[in-house]
Antibody, heavy 121, light 106 residues
Framework: EVQLVESGGGLVQPGGSLRLSCAAS????????MDWVRQAPGKGLEWVGR??????????EYAASVKGRFTISRDDSKNSLYLQMDSLKTEDTAVYYC????????????WGQGTMVTVSS | DIQMTQSPSSLSASVGDRVTITCRTS??????LAWFQQKPGKAPKSLIY???SLQSGVPSKFSGSGSGTEFTLTISSLQPEDFATYYC?????????FGPGTKVDI
């Protein structure tokens, strides 16, 4: 069974940094695109960014709201995806989900359980 | 950015009802549209991708259709486990965007 487990969430002050991790099991990680999606409390879903696979040079895409502040990276040897979040703002408060695209590059078919990030003073 | 709208924003239905949710996009996205189901406190679950392709394990009571700028998700016979919020998402161009959601309740 394919499973994703996020970790690293917590409370951080505005302007601070946090690094989220997403560990995958039950799948060969390197061949797949991966995404981060977030959901502010009581709100809808917002795509944060993507890491393409090794065949596509691990290139990345970001939402305008996080570009220049967030960085997505991955370590295929550890089956792990990361989200480095810098210069955090109160509006970054959300549950962050990592998503694995298995069936196709844009299938968004496997989701983690999410990790909560709260940006507050 | 491609703007997404969903209608209705919420609906009340009964077990056994046929339910249709509409998603419209501000630009032609061909068939690059997905549908997700989310229950309170849970991660979203993928139902449909490429506008009409059912994800593995998703019951056939769910179906999707459409192309271009208008899409629909249909639940043929609503069951208690289907009461949830449904989101559409375009992946035709970056940034990927989600619709605001449609809450289906009893």
């Amino acid at each position: 069974e394919v499973q994703l487990v996020e970790s690293g969430g917590g409370l951080v002050q505005p302007g601070g940094s946090l690094r989220l991790s997403c560990a995958a099991s039950g799948v060969t990680f390197s061949g797949h695109y991966m995404d981060w999606v977030r959901q502010a409390p009581g709100k809808g879903l917002e795509w944060v960014g993507r890491s393409r696979n090794k065949a596509n040079s691990y290139s990345t895409e970001y939402a305008a709201s996080v570009k220049g502040r967030f960085t997505i990276s991955r370590d295929d040897s550890k089956n792990s995806l990361y989200l480095q979040m810098d210069s955090l703002k109160t509006e970054d408060t959300a549950v962050y989900y990592c998503v694995l695209n298995v069936v196709a590059n844009d299938a968004f078919d496997i989701w983690g359980q999410g990790t909560m990030v709260t940006v507050s003073s | 950015d491609i703007q997404m709208t969903q209608s209705p924003s919420s609906l009340s239905a009964s077990v056994g009802d046929r339910v249709t949710i509409t998603c419209r996009t501000s630009q032609d996205i061909r068939k690059y549209l997905a549908w997700f189901q989310q229950k309170p406190g849970k991660a979203p679950k993928s139902l449909i991708y490429a506008a009409s392709s059912l994800q593995s394990g998703v019951p056939s009571k769910f179906s999707g259709s459409g192309s271009g700028t208008e899409f629909t998700l249909t639940i043929s016979s609503l069951q208690p486990e289907d009461f949830a919020t449904y989101y559409c998402q375009q992946y035709n161009s970056y940034p990927y965007t989600f619709g605001p959601g449609t809450k289906v309740d009893i």
